[in-house]
């Protein structure tokens, strides 16, 4: 069974940097996705960032590029979000989330409870 357990956020001024951890256990694609997504209330859910965890390939969304940075202990089963001069509009709760994979189609299966980020 698939485990996603989020940890790190925070409430933090404007400008500040938070550090969010996913530890994962019982995920076994080697060559599939694993990202992170937030939402507003009321808002869609917004995918923030993804690594490809057969090459380490990262994606951003254009709102957070260049603010942070997505990356995978391997050995400590962690996926990390290093979020640096966070904005209020960062506000939201985080998701850690990992994907299936059937042949070329990758599918966001697994997915944690969430780590409330405020910026104010």
């Known amino acids: 069974q698939v485990q996603l357990v989020e940890s790190g956020g925070d409430s933090v001024q404007t400008g500040g940097s938070l550090r969010l951890s996913c530890a994962v256990s019982?995920?076994?694609?080697?060559?599939?996705?694993m990202g992170w997504f937030r939402q507003v209330p009321g808002k869609q859910r917004e995918g923030v960032a993804a690594i490809y965890t057969g090459d380490g390939a990262t994606y951003y969304a254009d709102s957070v590029k260049g603010r942070f940075t997505i990356s995978r202990d391997n050995d400590k089963n962690t996926l990390y979000l290093q979020m640096n001069s966070l904005k209020p509009e960062d506000t939201a709760l985080y998701y850690c989330a990992a994907a299936s994979r059937t042949g070329r189609v990758f599918e966001y299966n697994y997915w944690g409870q969430g780590t409330q980020v405020t910026v104010s």
């Open positions: 019982g995920y076994r694609y080697t060559r599939s996705c």
